[in-house]
Every structure is written in structure tokens, then in C-alpha cells.
């Protein structure tokens, strides 16, 4: 009951803060051009409209819900620590594991109803625009099915960070930086180390694992287009089917687990 006290009092904060507004405002409103610009392709493609709505929003989601996540979960133990209120909450016959949990329950409420509303617009637009006819819509739940343990796992993130830097200035931006390391700069890195392997050992033992290591490209992966899509993928995507989709989910359902557990050892050893 000590988590669902939280959970409840974590939503009505996030509320009055405009997060809620805030994250559903981003994917709604990112996902509503995704899906007209994507309109035209496919109909160059001849493929299936709703499949091309959401490649392009799996590029967008690999982007937006970590950040979403981060921006959620940030401020969740330094600003309480800074605040004062994390002495008063800690007092009340609750642990430390009831109190992360609750956080934990309420920022993925709010992550989940962000995503779920960006991906029901989308699918409302290519409905309006195509009718119900040759629509696929597993894609679509497939997104949403995945992008849940992704921002889970950068809420967990986000809370390690917070904990071990237990000021909200310097965790906002620890949680940029990490942002930019795990979601963009690594693929970067990725690329960069393949052109220089030229196919060589790199390419085909490290490179693999490396992919499997970072749960933005699990994602990514695991929500690749078929075939006839293909035109629409990125460079890492075209080389994802090699990878058993068994360690993919192994790796994307993995990683919130092992993060809140790092984030519960690290508000263990917080000191109000």
C-alpha cells in the first residue's frame, strides 16, 4: 500500500508540474507530422500505411521516450533531498523500496499514456486518410509493447542518476549527457568503428553484442519493417536481422530491472 500511496502522490505533483501535459504534447504532436510526411511514401512504396506511420515512429521513439523518461525521473530523489521532503517521507513507515517503487508506478503511468496517445493519434490520421482497408495495426501494438520497458529503463536511469547526485542542477544535466551517449553519440561510435572494420572481426563478433548492450538498439530492432519497407531503415537496422530477436527482448525486458536495481542501492546510501 506504501507504493500506491506514493504512486498517487507522484501523479498529482506531476500534474500540477505540466509533466503529464508535457509528455503527451511531444509525442502527440511529433507523431501527428511523422505520420502526414510518411503519408506520401507510402504511397510510393505501395505498402501498407500504417507500417510506414510506424517506422518512422520507432525512429522517433528511440529519441523521444528515453528523453521523456529522463526528464520524468530526474529530479525524483535530489529534488526531494534538496526539497526537504525526502526526510518527511522517509519518517512515515515506508522503505526506501516502497518509495522508489511508487515513483517508478506513476512516472511509467504517465510515460505509457504519452506513448499510448502519440500512437493512437498516428493511427486515427492513416485511418482517416486510407480507411480500415489492407491496415496492419500489430506494428502499432508492437511499438507500444516495446517502448514500455525502454522508458522504463531510462526511468531507472534517471533515478540512479538522481541518487548519486542529489542535486536536481546537476542531474539535469548528468541526464543530457546520458541521454546523448546511450541514444545518439553510441550509434555514432557504432558506425564509425564499422566503416574502419571493413567487415572484419569488429563487424561480426563485437558489433553484435555491442547492439544487444544498449537497449535504444533492442528497440530498434526488434521493431524493424519487413522487406518491403526497407528503403525506410536505418544503416544499423539493415544489419539487425542477423541477431536472434530472443536476446533482443532478453536485452530491452533486462535492462529496467537491472536499473532500478542499481538506483535502489544508490537511494540506499542517500543520507537526508
Known sequence: ??????????????????????????????????????????????????????????????????????LLSFDAIAGELERGT???????????????LGKFLAHFIIMAFAIAVGLGISALLVVWR???????????FRLY??????GATFLGIGYLISALARQPG???????????????????????????????YFTNTIFPVLLLANPADAF?????????????????????PGIDKTWLLISLLGWPILALFLAWIAFRKVET
Not at 486510407?130 to 502499432?140: I, K, T
Open 1 to 70: 500500500m506504501g507504493s500506491i500511496t506514493i504512486a498517487q502522490l507522484e501523479l498529482i505533483v506531476a500534474r500540477r508540474n505540466m509533466w503529464v501535459a508535457t509528455s503527451v504534447f511531444m509525442m502527440a504532436l511529433f507523431s501527428v507530422v511523422l505520420t502526414l510526411a510518411g503519408g506520401a511514401t507510402a504511397g510510393n512504396l505501395g505498402v501498407d500505411p500504417l507500417s510506414v506511420a510506424m517506422t518512422s515512429i520507432t525512429t522517433l521513439s528511440v529519441y523521444l521516450v528515453p528523453l521523456i523518461a529522463l
Open 86 to 100: 525526502l526526510a518527511l517521507n522517509l519518517s512515515y513507515p515506508i522503505s526506501r523500496g516502497e518509495i522508489l
Open 130 to 140: 486510407h480507411g480500415f482497408v489492407d491496415l496492419s495495426f500489430a506494428p502499432m
Open 145 to 150: 509493447l516495446t517502448a514500455l520497458p525502454l
Open 170 to 200: 546537476v542531474a539535469s544535466g548528468l541526464v543530457i549527457i546520458v541521454w546523448l551517449v546511450l541514444v545518439v553519440l553510441y550509434d555514432l561510435g557504432l558506425l564509425g568503428a564499422l566503416v574502419a572494420d571493413d567487415g572484419g
Open 220 to 240: 530498434r530492432l526488434l521493431n524493424m519493417p519487413e522487406i518491403s519497407v526497407t528503403a525506410l531503415t536505418s544503416g544499423l537496422n539493415a544489419i539487425g
